[in-house]
């Protein structure tokens, strides 16, 4: 019998599409996930095929649907890995070329010739990012620039260009919507956060036609409806927002001064400063995030890039561990970390010392060192790493962050959380249900069809989450940031006088 009110939230990430079937008191009644084919055509380049995104993502939908049962799915929600662009026909639904993916580097030299002309100051201004092939802009700008036809079919209006989101939408929808949402507009280079639209000043500076772009709506908002044949549902597509923005909503970090830190193989953090717009003097990005009713709002945000990663090389490098688990009780039973400190800059510092050129370290070893103490040091790591970053959110927003919401692999550790809620002085939430990007997909869904009466509402429907407290005493902390502080200095010193020369 189809009888409990759900949500569809499609969760189509960099390799894989998740799709669940999230009912309103918060239950899961249906999921599947397939991946799909990642291309690699010359160094430095990433392509997926969009189609074989689509096909994937239909049957992984389709399968999540027959799987609840007792669901009767009313909407649907899309959260998308960002930045990653498709440029197709708008008659026909056919791409004309692979999708770029968020990782293609093929525009560096673009970006820096961008850099050189001086417009990186502006940029920063309009968008709150970086001059970067990371971002859709510069990649959209190579399709038209390498594929001679294609601009004039842009500037006739024949072809459509959007992140993923607008892709998956469009074939929802058999080409009747062509839509995005302000947060994933945001990661394109060509959206202005303070105008809170397209700009024609960066249209213009990356050669980019208007006549290609999504209408950018509310995130939680009306973005058409899917026909039959898509999904079998005819149901309204009501809820759109990019991974990490999805997450924050998901969270319930829908107002200034609450942050999120998802600890995969990174740690990617993003803290809400509700309607402000703040400009990061720390290397931080500023980004368009969603307010508690799934309209516009604003968010910092900063990236670890190795976190979950250097307890991988601990197991799978070194071999010291037969499963990341078991990191917990070697870390927890040690009374201290012996002085031992470990910077697993492997591909250099990000944020917020930004030095591509430094490299991983570990200093304090003595004869007792042990095993234990290098999984200590990789676990006290990723919170050092963590707090550096929030500091510098903190630092750009003049807010101190009020609580600290965390999911992703590593958030399974409490040792760790508790050390880190002691580290950053910050209490620590850690939801019953750590699909966090679904689940703020479901939301922002389930906002606009009525399922869920306010964002506290769903919130609520979560469940019980578990809270670790700052219990750090003031002078343990303050030695061991300074031990932390010691060995990032001397990464970075090395970097600047070290043999680099000699690298690959
Ligand atoms: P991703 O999506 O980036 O692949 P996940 O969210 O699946 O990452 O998390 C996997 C990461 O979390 C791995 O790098 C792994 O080393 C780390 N991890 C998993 N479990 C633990 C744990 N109990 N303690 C510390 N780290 C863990």
Same mark, same amino acid.
């Given at each position: ?78 959260? @998308?890995?960002?930045?990653? &662009? &498709? ?13 770029? &993916? ?23 201004? $309009?968008?709150?990012? &970086? ?19 294609? $601009? ?31 947060? @994933?507009?945001? $990661? ?317």
């Amino acid at each position: 019998m189809s009888s409990t009110p759900s949500i569809l939230a499609i969760d189509q990430g960099t390799t894989g599409t998740t799709c669940f079937v999230i009912s309103e008191d918060g239950r899961i009644l249906g999921r599947a996930y397939s991946e799909f084919t990642q291309h690699f055509p010359k160094p430095g380049w990433v392509e997926h095929d969009a189609q074989e995104i689509w096909a994937v993502t239909q049957s992984v939908a389709r399968e999540a649907i027959a799987a609840a049962s007792e669901a009767e799915v009313t909407g649907v929600g899309i959260t @998308n890995q960002r930045e990653t &662009v &498709v440029l197709w026909d708008r008659a026909t639904l056919e791409p004309v070329h692979r999708a770029i &993916v968020w990782q293609d580097r093929r525009t560096a030299v673009l970006c820096a010739n961008l850099k050189e002309a001086g417009h990186e100051a502006e940029v920063r201004r $309009r968008t709150g990012l &970086v001059l970067d092939p990371y971002f859709s802009g510069t990649k959209l700008l190579w399709l038209l620039r390498e594929h001679p036809g294609l $601009r004039a079919r842009a500037e006739a209006g024949e072809l459509a260009a959007g992140t993923i989101d607008s892709w998956l939408i469009a074939k929802l929808t058999h080409g009747r919507v062509h839509a995005t949402d302000p947060t @994933n507009a945001s $990661r394109t280079l060509l959206y202005n956060l303070s105008l809170a639209e397209w700009d024609p000043w960066l249209l213009d500076m990356l050669e980019i036609p208007q006549a290609l772009l999504p209408e950018v709506r509310a995130s939680s908002g009306d973005f058409g409806t899917t026909r039959g044949d898509a999904l079998g549902l005819d149901v309204p597509i009501a809820g759109v927002a990019g991974d990490q923005q999805a997450a924050l909503f998901g969270q319930g970090c829908w107002s200034s001064g609450l942050a999120k830190c998802t600890y995969g193989t990174g740690a990617f953090l993003l803290m809400h400063t509700g309607e402000r717009i703040v400009p990061s003097n720390h290397g931080l990005l500023t980004t368009a995030a969603c307010d508690s009713e799934g309209g516009l709002a604003f968010a910092l945000e900063g990236s670890v890039f190795i976190a979950g990663a250097a307890i991988q090389w601990l197991r799978d490098g070194l071999g010291i561990l037969g499963d990341a688990s078991e990191s917990e009780a070697m870390a927890s039973g040690l009374e201290s970390n012996g002085g031992v400190y470990f910077v697993p800059a492997f591909v250099g510092l990000g944020a917020p010392h930004w030095m591509p050129e430094a490299r991983g370290a570990l200093f304090g070893l003595t004869r007792g060192t042990t095993r234990e103490h290098l999984v200590r040091a990789a676990l006290e790591a990723m919170a050092y790493g963590t707090s550096e970053v929030l500091d510098a959110m903190e630092a750009d927003s003049l807010t101190k962050t009020t609580e600290l919401r965390v999911d992703g692999g590593a958030a399974k550790n409490d040792w760790f959380l508790g050390f880190q809620a002691g580290l950053s002085e910050v209490p620590i939430r850690r939801p019953a249900l750590v699909e966090t990007t679904a689940l703020g997909a479901a939301g922002l869904a389930g906002l606009e069809t009525g399922l869920w009466s306010s964002a506290e509402d769903f919130l609520a429907s979560q469940g019980d989450a578990t809270r670790f407290a700052s219990r750090m005493p003031a002078d343990e902390r303050e030695s061991l940031l300074a031990g932390w502080t010691e060995a990032v200095g001397a990464v970075k010193g090395l970097a600047k006088s070290g043999p680099q020369g000699s690298r690959p």
